[in-house]
């Protein structure tokens, strides 16, 4: 890949020197963390206590509406959540309702909130539209802020279709999810390469020919084997192609469920791999990209002191720094793939980075407290 050149602009030189006028000790920071939560909490939950009362996300012209069920006590650090997505799509409203009922008893683990939501349309790809990434954004935030959710223990799920949406949201919101499990769908055009820090389970029946849904999904399961070869320790994963079954799999695939309960999300991972969907994200764990295009990848690896970046096709790209990823009391390297200083020097913490990264997402264990801009030459 060709190596990065880095321009630093007043912007990065704000940026790296803290926003607010006040630079803050890693105890400061983490203590307005806390701070800045309650507050941010204590408003949203007024302004979005109907949501779960009502049972519905709306975003512009689409409604989400769910289901809960709630299951076992409450561990330390909150409930999990799992959205389990249903099957249908391009046919009928009620041919999709019937789908969601279904879906809604299909599940049932042993802990947390079982969430399942019915599609907000009933086209082909009713999982994976644009629509779809920030209403399960919201989803998500109505859980951790009213219903206290341990936001490193949420799941992913989804049958037929909901399996199609599966294959296409465990990536392109990888950090947003623990784990993630795919029963008898279709990746259409999803790939697997956002999946390096996340557990992902494949289940389809052997005679489910439609679509090629059999053969699809023993090609990923090989291509993730290969990707785990290759990168030890990442890309965990299970498949399996049940020879006996069609579309339906009789309810064997129910043991994704306790596999993935066993995984916890780490929101700072040391390395994170981007390559952007047709329906492009401004984030990905410690990476923001205000600019994303179809097809741009990046790697970025944060190690000791040192982080470094790689992409032939990013032309800036934001890190959002925390002390759980790298020491922000001390000065930081950050180099490109031929290892060319791209940056050298201290990065301060302010209030102002942890305000953004909480306004933007409400999930306290992801908040940056430091934001260093590396702006590209084309």
Known sequence: MKPFILTLTSATLALTAGLHAESLSQQAAN?????????????????????????????????????????????????????????????????NDQQWRNQIELYKPEEGFYVAPRAATNTWNLWHEAHIDPMFDRLIEDFIILKGVNPNKVYL??????????????????????????????????????????????????????????????????????????????????????????????????????????????????????????????RLYWLSNDKPEKGQSITAKANGQTITLESDSVKEITLRLNDQLIDLDKEIVVKNAEGGILFQGKVER?????????????????????????????
């Open 31 to 95: 203590d307005y963390i806390a701070q800045y939560s309650k507050e941010l909490s204590t408003q949203l939950k007024k302004e979005r206590a109907n949501d779960l009362d009502e049972k519905k996300i709306v975003h512009a012209d689409k409604t989400l509406k769910f289901e809960i069920r709630t299951y076992g006590e409450e561990p330390e650090g909150g409930h999990s959540l799992y959205i389990s997505m249903h099957g249908g799509g391009g046919t009928t409203a009620a041919v």
């Open 157 to 282: 799920t989804g049958y037929s279709a909901g399996g199609d949406g599966t294959y296409q949201l465990a990536p392109r919101m990888a950090d947003r999810w623990a784990a993630a499990a795919m029963m008898a769908g279709h990746p259409n055009d999803a790939k697997p390469d956002n999946l390096y820090n996340l557990p992902f389970f494949i289940q389809c029946g052997g005679q489910d020919k439609a679509f090629d849904r059999n053969k699809i999904a023993q090609q990923w399961g090989e291509k993730l084997d290969e990707l785990e070869k290759q990168h030890p320790g990442h890309y965990p994963h299970k498949w399996i192609v049940y020879p006996e079954h069609g579309h339906w799999m009789k309810l064997d695939c129910k043991q994704a469920i306790p596999w993935m309960a066993k995984y916890s999300r780490n929101p700072w991972p040391k390395t994170v791999v981007w390559t952007q969907d047709d329906i492009t994200k401004n």
């Open 350 to 378: 302010s209030k102002e980075a942890i305000e953004t990264s909480l306004k933007e997402r409400f999930d306290p264990t992801s908040a940056a407290t430091a934001l260093l801009k590396v702006k590209l030459n084309p």
